[in-house]
Nanobody, 127 residues
Framework: QVQLVESGGGLVQAGGSLRLTCAASLQIFNNYAAGWFRQAPGKGREFVAG????????KYADSVKGRFTISRDKANNAVNLQMNSLNPEDTAVYYC????????????????????WGQGTQVTVSS
């Protein structure tokens, strides 16, 4: 089974940027849609961004549109999330997940359509 490892989290001031990477243990990850989710303290896990297996079907949560960019790095079996103009409301643990095989459909709910999850990386934005 594929293992996903997130990296790139950290502490940043409001207005700053971070780049998260989700690295997969198997190349087959390139043939699956992928999603980024986040969970703030005391809140449920929410959708952030997703990308289809072909690189198409990109979708963003309204709260991050225009600030975050998701992309695939198939040479490294990875999916990246570039986060700009961060604000304290973006503080959360960020998780990546594997979606459907050979699919460009992005499930916005963490409860369906994703069968493998990483352990998460903490993003903290100070005001």
């Amino acid at each position: 089974q594929v293992q996903l490892v997130e990296s790139g989290g950290g502490l940043v001031q409001a207005g700053g940027s971070l780049r998260l990477t989700c690295a997969a243990s198997l190349q087959i990850f390139n043939n699956y849609a992928a999603g980024w989710f986040r969970q703030a303290p005391g809140k449920g896990r929410e959708f952030v961004a997703g990308i289809g297996w072909s690189g198409a079907g990109i979708k963003y949560a309204d709260s991050v549109k225009g600030r975050f960019t998701i992309s695939r790095d198939k040479a490294n079996n990875a999916v990246n999330l570039q986060m700009n103009s961060l604000n304290p409301e973006d503080t959360a643990v960020y998780y990546c997940a594997r979606g459907g095989g050979y699919s460009d459909y992005i499930h916005p709910s963490p409860g369906s359509g994703y069968d493998s999850w990483g352990q998460g990386t903490q993003v903290t934005v100070s005001s």
